[in-house]
Structures are given as structure tokens and as C-alpha cells.
């Protein structure tokens, strides 16, 4: 593989992880309401769904897609409902003046994986993205390996830094606000989330 077009990989990857869609959103949300352990395991959970779509995204041909097409559009609008449905619960708690009920791990995890696994754009994106930086002279199979290893391990550690930098903010907030403030952030987020994950384009 070229080197030169290897760095150029990585570089538009960056920027592609550190922009803020569904993913980031949810592990923002999650760290700010559970702290820390909460927010990792929800990187935990979007990790693993990533490694899914990149593993389709890299082995699936256009047929395939599109016969997946109708059914990951459906998915996309349950992720859609999920997200609000998670901001709505958190805004009410504002006026029982109550803290949201913290995630468990399994739950941070699980929350993770399925808004992940829900952002069809993911999988359509990778099959127009990751070819690009394919070299003619070498083992294609071989490159879109390295090159996926390459976004997931990225992504791992773009989204763990997003958890450490929310969990700090929770703290500050925590202990000047209380949880009222607390609860408007992170149902706001969610709604943002969703807000974001409907007007995706599907392709």
C-alpha cells in the first residue's frame, strides 16, 4: 500500500470519527449522565457495531446492498425513535427535579451498539469510502483489512477521548448546577442525536 495515500487515509478518517454524529452524541450523553466507566462502555458497544459494518461494508457487493437497503432504512428509524424517546424520559425528570436513572453497564454497552448499528449512512459510506484508498498493485482484500483496522482502532480511541473530555464537563456541571441542568443537557443531546440520525441520508 502507498504510504502517501495510507496518511491521507488516516487524516480524512480523523475527521470523519471526530465530527459529531449519533455515535459521538450518545457517548457525549452518556458520559455526562453515568461519568466515565458508562461513557467507555458505550464506546465498547459502538465499537463492536462499527467492526460489523465495516466487516459488511468491506465484503458486500452493490447487490447486496441493495437488497439491504429497504430493511437498514427501517433500522435507521428505529434508532430515530430510540434516541427521542431516551431525550424526552430525560427532559421530564427536570420537573420531578429528580437525576435520570444511571445506565447500567449492560445497558451502556447495549445503547451504544444498537444506536451504532442503526446509522445505515455507516455502512454506505465505508463501501464508497474505503476503496478509494485501495492501491492498484497490491492484495485488495489484504488492504481493505489494514485499512478498516485502521478506522476502528481510530475510532476507538477518538471516541474514548470524547468520553474523558464529557466526563470532566460532568463534574463542573455536577458541581455547580445539580441535576436539573444535568438532565436538560443530556435529553438535549439525545434529541440532537435523533434529530441528526433522521435527516441522514440513507446512501
Do not use: E, H
Not at 470524547?162 to 438532565?183: E, F, P, Q
Amino acid at each position: 500500500m502507498d504510504f502517501t495515500l495510507f496518511l491521507a487515509f488516516v487524516f480524512t478518517s480523523i475527521l470523519f470519527i471526530v465530527m459529531p454524529g449519533p455515535n459521538v452524541l450518545v457517548i457525549v450523553a452518556t458520559s455526562i449522565q453515568a461519568g466515565k466507566r458508562r461513557g467507555l462502555q458505550t464506546v465498547a458497544g459502538t465499537s463492536l457495531a462499527m467492526a460489523l459494518q465495516l466487516t459488511i461494508a468491506a465484503l458486500a457487493t452493490s447487490g447486496l446492498l441493495v437488497v439491504l437497503n429497504v430493511g437498514l432504512l427501517w433500522l435507521k428509524w428505529a434508532g430515530v425513535a430510540y434516541l427521542a424517546i431516551l431525550g424526552v424520559r430525560t427532559l421530564l425528570q427536570i420537573r420531578t427535579a429528580r437525576a435520570a436513572s444511571t445506565p447500567t453497564g449492560i445497558g451502556s454497552f447495549q445503547r451504544g451498539f444498537w444506536i451504532s448499528l442503526t446509522n445505515p449512512k455507516t455502512i454506505f459510506f465505508f463501501s464508497a469510502f474505503l476503496p478509494q484508498f485501495v492501491s492498484a498493485d497490491g492484495n485488495a482484500v489484504i488492504q481493505l483489512g489494514m485499512l478498516s483496522m485502521t478506522f476502528w482502532c481510530l475510532a476507538v480511541l477518538l471516541d474514548s477521548g470524547y468520553v474523558l473530555l464529557a466526563d470532566r464537563m460532568r463534574w463542573l456541571w455536577v458541581s455547580r448546577t445539580g441535576s436539573k441542568v444535568l438532565n436538560g443537557i443530556t435529553g438535549s443531546v439525545y434529541l440532537t442525536a435523533s434529530a441528526l440520525l433522521a435527516s441522514s441520508s440513507k446512501a
